[in-house]
């Protein structure tokens, strides 16, 4: 089976950096994906890594390492607007397994 | 941007009702999916699609059924509809098979089963 686990909320100030880690296990491992859900919308897509090391886009960044099964979701300058829900996502072969959700909420 | 849409997006029927959500995406993707997910919860995937005349059943059991006729439209029927069946219906769409799985969603459809 496939199984994910993530913090279920974190709490950061604007301007602070934040990480949200994420464990899996799995078998027919392609890459660690990252979505970001607002309260009623829908999720969107943030990132993804099918390979060990560091993706960084724009202020948010992802990180993969295949041989621990971890994964984490670093943003930088937190803004208001980031306050939502983060979620990983193992990519198998034909789907997506999503874990159970990160809350973030950030306060001025 | 992602063009996927979802009808209705809200939905309030009584017990028994017959339903149908509607799913269409106008990318030209292959693969489709149908998620659902509680407030605050994960999503759990109920069904996908690899192209026209594939459907396979996800990982949450579920009672709906699903059809693929069409590449652009992936309808989701509920037979008889019941309280335990309240929930956010998610539909998505991707391009590449394996790997790389850039999912977009539409916006959902809330449900209510009194």
């Known amino acids: 089976g496939q199984s994910l686990e993530q913090p279920s909320e974190v709490t950061a100030v604007e301007g602070a950096i934040v990480q949200i880690n994420c464990t899996y296990q799995t078998s027919g491992f392609y890459g660690l994906s990252w979505y970001q859900q607002h309260d009623g919308g829908a999720p969107t897509f943030l990132s993804y890594?099918?390979?060990?090391g560091l993706e960084e886009t724009g202020r948010f960044s992802s990180f993969l390492s295949r041989s621990d099964s971890y994964g984490y979701l670093l943003l930088q300058e937190l803004q208001m607007k980031d306050s939502a829900s983060y979620f990983c996502a193992v990519s198998g072969f034909q789907k997506l397994v999503f874990g159970t959700g990160t809350r973030l909420l950030v306060s001025p | 941007e992602a063009d996927i849409y979802q009808t209705p997006r809200y939905l309030v029927i009584g017990t028994g009702k017959k339903i149908t959500l509607e799913c269409s995406q106008t990318m030209g993707h292959d693969k489709m999916y149908w998620y659902q997910q509680d407030p605050g919860m994960e999503l759990h995937l109920i069904h996908y699609s690899y192209g026209v005349n594939s459907t396979e059943k996800g990982d949450l059991s579920s009672e709906s059924t699903v059809s693929r006729i069409r590449t652009e439209h992936f309808p989701l029927t509920l037979e008889s509809a019941r309280p335990s069946h309240t929930s956010q219906y998610l539909c998505a769409s991707s391009e590449s098979l394996g790997g790389y799985n850039e999912q977009f969603f539409g916006p959902g459809t809330r449900l209510t089963v009194l």
């Open positions: 890594n099918a390979l060990d």
